[in-house]
């Protein structure tokens, strides 16, 4: 049955790449009429943010897809007769302190990945021995060792050894012993006799020494004192010395077999590494010498076991009971998923699995978001579980292009197809807790925008600070004799659509920030539009406008030139402007718009009224007379009222002048 899915990539990196791409491939040719794509800007942004996604994701995956090894050591001291777990890995050493007399087990399951491969004896005396799956140490004086872990094949739980035939090799040889079909090389068991005590077996391998005795050999030249050695190499291949009078060595093969059940045969060497929790049950006649092997015999007679079985039968060994697997560090709330293969299961915090003969259990974390914060692999086990999780938290801040503290804006995270938003008010900053470590990607949206998008990598606590495309506009306005302009208002809009609008009292107006864009700002004076134009803050942070507004100074005088005060004085067109005199008589407009204007100047029923021409070149004062002669208690004394009361006086003189003769002549006569 042929596959489609390489026929179906072929087409689609063929669409990407277009038709003049030299990819080998079979094709079929289809014959159709001609059709015409059109591919617009968006498309192209479309077509790479799914590409840089999907890389991304892609990226994501491979990481996580390597599962984190998790191995725990059982650490048995014979004196105590207790065991304890710990776990070990390959970065660090395991650092036991042993008391003098005491002799401990160091084992790991023989599925385990990370084998004991090095000892060093770091204070103290003690003699230690390497095997496949455990270090046997007996402490001479109080001591401290450091044992590595280095990677090595996994084994099933149980399994069959075979002991080969003695041989011999030459001083100073390399000695490499090959594996034989199905058995593999477990270890050889070396005898070595030299006269030079310095004299040493060396390997890749651990290299363990099991005994040592001196003997006195008569020569034809005197007695001779010869050194007997054996040793033991966890592996297949070691270099013998030069100084060697003869070297003996006997490999010890191993060969897998199935394990559920184990069937033992008669005269089989059957080698057991119980798991921890793990029931044994031996259900045939077994002896723990073994014949050949009663060198090492003593290494093997808790666990791991050596037998020798003595007549056909069954071996078994299962799982009866459940080991707990929990996440330290008070992270209750994360979900844990365990699998063993056969079984699966889930729970918050810690959940309780049966594991599996052979079989190692895999593990997945998730946050709460369903983020994958771990993915172990336990090859190991233990009775109690406990995950690594490596959770960060981030600190966010925002600022804008000048560096200045952004507020109100919404953070958002990507990792895969996860995504974590925090929506900023009056604050520039946002912390995320429980972060797994990796790449995500930062988009912060401002008023409707995306402003920055930024890839970071998490791998502790961290703050980062981030510059958007954001700045505010700092605005000030010039009248046409360059002088700033206070009290205004200026309104910004986009696609006609308006964004702010603020006052200033001052000469000053600075907007909020806003998105790198174009915009159009109109300046606004008594609510009156005064200017309008185009700017792109990309470019610039100030703008200064040029305004087409004079300020003028009108003076208002009585019919004699002296100064009216409170005198009503409006300026009209399409917009109205009025304010009232000062003491001095003036009326003062700080900023008049271009254009031809009604002034009219008025206090009760005395006015005046003339047109008026603002532009660049009109006189700064404006001297204006309205036929009043006096203001007196608000009331505006005209020319006709000062007629008439010199009228009325006249005509009062002439009265007491004629009144006063009438009395010092007694009478009038009229002819």
């Not at 921890?276 to 666990?303: C, H, M, W």
């Amino acid at each position: 049955m042929k596959s489609s899915t390489g026929g179906r990539i072929a087409k689609t990196i063929k669409v990407l790449l277009g038709p003049s791409s030299s990819i080998a491939m079979k094709t079929t040719e289809i014959h159709h009429r001609p059709r015409t794509y059109h591919f617009t800007t968006f498309h192209v942004k479309i077509l790479a943010l799914t590409l840089a996604t999907l890389i991304f994701s892609l990226s994501l995956v491979s990481v996580i897809s390597q599962p984190t090894k998790i191995v725990y050591a059982e650490i048995f001291i014979e004196k105590s007769k207790k065991s304890y777990y710990v776990k070990v890995s390959e970065n660090n050493p395991l650092i036991l302190t042993l008391q003098k007399g005491d002799n401990a087990t160091i084992r790991v399951d023989s599925t385990s990945q990370l084998k004991p491969r090095k000892v060093i004896i770091h204070e103290g005396k003690c003699s230690y021995i390497i095997f496949d799956d455990q270090v046997f140490v007996e402490a001479r004086s109080k001591c401290e060792i450091y044992v590595y872990f280095k990677e090595s094949d996994p084994k099933p739980p149980i399994y069959l050894l075979r002991i080969s035939e003695q041989r011999s090799t030459e001083p100073g040889s390399n000695v490499t012993v090959k594996d034989e079909s199905e058995w593999k090389v477990w270890g050889i068991l070396i005898t070595l006799l030299t006269t030079n005590p310095q004299a040493q077996i060396k390997s890749k391998y651990p290299v363990s020494l099991l005994a040592s005795s001196q003997h006195i050999v008569n020569t034809s030249t005197g007695p001779v004192l010869e050194y007997e050695e054996t040793y033991w190499i966890a592996g297949k291949s070691f270099q013998v010395p030069g100084e060697a009078l003869s070297i003996t060595f006997v490999p010890i093969y191993y060969r897998i077999k199935q394990i559920a059940p184990f069937i033992a045969s008669s005269n089989d060497i059957v080698y057991i590494n119980k798991p921890a929790l793990a029931n044994l049950t031996i259900k045939i006649d077994v002896e723990k010498s073994v014949p050949g092997l009663n060198i090492l015999s003593r290494y093997f007679q808790r666990n791991p076991l050596i037998l020798y079985a003595k007549s056909r039968g069954e071996i078994d060994l299962n799982f009866n009971n459940f080991i707990n697997i929990n996440i330290g560090n008070q992270l209750e709330n994360l979900i844990i998923e365990a699998n063993t293969g056969n079984i699966k299961v889930k729970g918050k915090g810690s959940v309780s699995i049966r594991p599996a003969l052979g079989i190692p259990i895999t593990v997945k974390v998730y946050t709460e978001a369903g983020d994958i914060a771990s993915e172990c692999e336990i090859t190991s086990i233990a009775p109690q579980i406990e995950i690594p999780i490596e959770l960060y938290n981030i600190k966010i801040n925002l600022m804008d292009v000048e560096g200045n503290p952004l507020y109100n804006s919404t953070i958002s995270l990507y990792r895969a197809l996860k995504t974590i938003t925090a929506h900023l008010v009056n604050n520039n900053s946002a912390v995320f807790k429980n972060l797994v470590k990796g790449e995500y990607i930062i988009t912060i949206d401002y008023m409707g925008e995306e402003v920055a998008r930024e890839v970071i990598r998490v791998e502790r606590d961290s703050t980062f600070t981030i510059r958007t495309r954001v700045r505010s506009i700092e605005i000030k306005a010039l009248n046409a004799k360059g002088d700033l302009v206070q009290n205004y208002t200026a309104a910004v809009y986009s696609n006609n659509k308006i964004i702010g609008k603020w006052h200033t009292e001052s000469n000053t107006l600075r907007t909020p920030p806003l998105p790198f864009n174009n915009y159009t700002l109109v300046i606004l004076l008594n609510n009156h539009e005064v200017w309008r134009g185009k700017i792109n803050l990309k470019e610039y942070s100030k703008i200064i406008v040029p305004l087409k507004l004079m300020p003028i100074i009108i003076k208002v005088k009585n019919v004699f030139g002296a100064p009216l005060s409170k005198v009503s004085v409006t300026l009209k067109n399409n917009n109205t402007w009025s304010t009232l005199t000062d003491s001095g008589g003036r009326a003062v407009f700080n900023n008049i718009p271009f254009g031809n204007y009604t002034l009219t100047v008025k206090i009760g029923d005395a006015s005046t009224t003339e047109n008026v021409e603002i532009n660049a070149s009109s006189m700064q004062f404006i001297s204006v007379q309205i036929p009043v002669v006096a203001v007196i208690g608000g009331f505006p004394i005209l020319v006709i009222h000062v007629q008439i009361f010199i009228l009325a006086l006249a005509i009062l003189i002439a009265v007491i002048i004629i009144w006063k003769l009438i009395r010092e002549r007694g009478e009038i006569v009229i002819e």
